[in-house]
């Protein structure tokens, strides 16, 4: 259980560490934004990996927060980005 915790721990801090990169370095807004998305769902990932390691369920109401908040984010930026595009 330890070598999967530890695989799952590595593979989640380099899947950050791209996002975290692509944050920084992203040539547009809708690049920034998807990275963004994408390290709240590998913050979910964490928080499931530990909940599943511990066998508790303490993290669940902040794992549905995160969940909602990427959700809204997506659907708020993808719509601002369609407005955009018809404007102009």
């Known amino acids: 259980m330890n070598i999967v915790v530890l695989v799952v721990a590595v ?4 899947a950050a ?3 975290i990169y692509r944050i920084a370095k992203g040539p547009s807004l809708l690049d ?3 990275a963004a998305d994408v390290l ?8 499931a990996t530990e909940m599943a ?3 508790n369920l303490d993290n ?3 794992l549905v927060v995160l969940s909602v908040i990427g959700f809204i984010g997506s659907v708020t930026v993808a719509r601002f980005v ?3 595009k018809e404007d102009g």
């Open 40 to 47: 709240l769902a590998i913050f979910g990932a964490a928080l």
């Open 11 to 14: 593979l989640l801090t380099l």
């Open 82 to 84: 369609a407005h955009k």
């Open 60 to 62: 669940l109401a902040l």
């Open 53 to 55: 390691v511990d066998r």
């Open 32 to 34: 920034r934004v998807i």
């Open 17 to 19: 560490a791209g996002t």
